[in-house]
């Protein structure tokens, strides 16, 4: 059974750069796809972006600039940083593995979130 | 902004038959498959439907799932409470990014 625990700090300040965690167990991450999916409060979900084993990493375009992905495969982690957030990136972010890359949205094991949320 | 357009809710009784509509475009769900997730509240989405019509295993054959044109339709047949939650679909994009609906609510009454 894969398991996904995302950890981080679940406050950052505006300005600053929001970095997350998702280590994995039960499988190892230098297979498969592996992505991030944030939802705000009472909003719907959005996909962040992958990173597959060999270091490729494809990202929303709504976010290109700003976030980063990268992948630690002795630990068997793979990590997000998110910089210059507002208000706006208060959400949910949860890591999955991904088994579709590119075209398919199509993920089978999710961590179970944890709530980054942006304030002073 | 969420770029498939799903209905706020839909709800039912026991037992009914609902369905839930993903309106996309020629961009994403008109070349491309849909995925459908569940998300119980408070938890993370379970994977419901992969490549616009097909099951993981352990999901229940009551809910199916089918696409036509730019538009898709997850149907749960033998409604339960258990199936109050809320339900997004998703597809690719040719924007190359994974895009989500805007999530529709099931209640069961």
């Known amino acids: 059974q894969v398991r996904l625990q995302e950890s981080g700090p679940g406050l950052v300040k505006p300005s600053e750069t929001l970095s997350l965690m998702c280590s994995v167990s039960g499988g190892s991450i230098s297979s498969y796809y592996w992505s991030w999916i944030r939802q705000p409060p009472g909003k719907a979900l959005e996909w962040i972006g992958y990173?597959?084993?060999?270091?490729?990493?494809n990202y929303n375009p709504s976010l290109k600039s700003r976030a980063t992905i990268s992948a630690d495969t002795s630990k068997n982690q793979f990590s997000l940083k998110l910089n210059s957030v507002t208000a706006a990136d208060t959400a949910v972010y949860y890591c999955a593995r991904d088994l579709g890359g590119s075209y398919s949205p199509w993920w089978d094991y999710w961590g179970q979130g944890t709530l980054v949320a942006v304030s002073s | 902004q969420p770029v498939l357009t799903q209905p706020p809710s839909v709800s039912g009784t026991p037992g009914q038959r609902v369905t839930i509509s993903c309106s996309g475009s020629g961009s994403n769900i008109g070349g491309n498959y849909v995925y459908w997730y569940q998300q119980l509240p408070g938890t993370a989405p379970k994977l419901l439907i992969f490549r616009s019509s097909q099951r993981p295993s352990g999901v229940p054959d009551r809910f199916s799932g089918s696409k036509s044109g730019t538009s898709a339709s997850l149907a749960i047949s033998g409604l339960r409470s258990e199936d109050e939650a809320d339900y997004y679909c998703?597809?690719?994009?040719?924007?190359?990014?994974?895009?989500f609906g805007s999530g529709t609510k099931v209640t069961v009454l």
């Open positions: 990173i597959y084993h060999s270091g490729h990493t």
């Open positions: 998703a597809s690719w994009d040719d924007s190359q990014s994974n895009v």
